[in-house]
Structure formats: C-alpha cells, structure tokens
C-alpha cells in the first residue's frame, strides 16, 4: 500500500471541494432546505458503494446531523429489497430506480443520483423518470461525470477519474456538509 499516493489522491480531492465545489455545495443545501420547507421529498438512488450512501444521506436527513430538530422527509430507494428484487425479476435491473421514481416522486421533490462513473443505466433511467415528472435532479457523480452529467439539473462531480474510493469520500464529504447547512437553514 502506498500511503503517500493515497494521502496525495485524497488531499488533492479535499483541496477541489474548498476551492472548486463549495459554492455549489451550498446551493445544493439551499436548494434542498427550500424544497423540505416547502413539502418536498428527497429521493436519493445508487448502486453498491453508492447504495449506502443514499442510505446515509437519507439517514441523516431522516434522523438528525448535528442538531436535534424535526425529521426531513427522505427516503434511499435502495433498501426496500422486495421492491427491488420484484422490479428487477418482472422488468430488469435498470428498472429498480425508476419505478420507485414513477410511485413517489412529485414536483417540488429532489432526486439525488449517485454513480461514482455517472454511467448507470438504473440510476440513469431514474433521473429521465425524475425530470418527466417535474422532480428535479441532481447528480454526484466522479470524472467528467459520465451520462448523468448530461441528464441532471445539477451535477457535483468530484474531478478523480481513476480512483473511486477517493470519488465516494469526495461525495461523503459533499454528503455531510450539505446536512449540516440544510439543518443550520431550518433550525
């Protein structure tokens, strides 16, 4: 293992969110506080590393960050394992997002879109959904950000593209300080 490589990857992603993302960070904070206080719902959607961290941001919204405050309506449509595999069996995998997409979402919702690549076809398809039904969009995504970065509203993309660990740290990072401000803007 080489330490010194790794500390460079994540230090250079650190120095991108700074200086690069943070104006965009705090928007998409903005942007959510607004749509929370206005009624909205946040749906977030991933694969495999990604799935969990739709479930994380879910659960920070959901539960608490920092302060103890009301819950925020959010849901990770990837843990309801009998919708998934009930999708995924009648319609195909890359079905597994969009349909929970068509069942919930509304205008005046957000969907966030993980995909380390911004290529998956599901998360893909989810966002098309999304925007059919006036949800607006917004993609985390690494590289140049892959298909998504075509397709969503808004898209954060953390700048390594041959390093997906350090592009999930990257998005933990954009995770945790958008909690923090959307709890600072609804206190």
């Known amino acids: 293992m080489d330490w010194n490589r790794m500390a460079e990857e994540y230090l250079g992603v650190a120095d991108e969110l700074f200086n690069r993302l943070k104006g965009e960070i705090a928007d998409l904070a903005e942007l959510i506080a607004a749509r929370l206080k206005a009624g909205g719902k946040v749906m977030i959607c991933g694969n495999g590393g990604s799935a969990a961290d739709a479930q994380h941001f879910a659960a920070e919204l959901v539960n608490r960050f920092l302060m103890e405050r009301r819950p925020y309506a959010a849901i ?57 039904l006036g949800v607006t969009t917004l993609a985390l995504t690494g590289g140049r950000g892959g298909k998504l970065a075509g397709l969503a509203d808004h898209v954060l993309s953390v700048a390594s593209t041959s390093c997906v660990p350090r592009i999930q740290e990257g998005h933990q990072f954009i995770m945790h300080a958008v909690c923090e401000r959307v709890e600072e803007i609804l206190k």
């Open 76 to 132: 990770a449509l990837s843990t309801d394992t009998s919708i998934l595999t009930a999708v995924g069996n009648d319609y195909g995998y890359e079905f597994v997002f969009e349909k929970q997409v068509q069942a919930l979402g509304k205008k005046g919702d957000i969907l966030i879109a993980i995909s380390t690549s911004g290529n998956a076809s599901n998360v893909c398809r989810a966002v098309d959904a999304a925007k059919a």
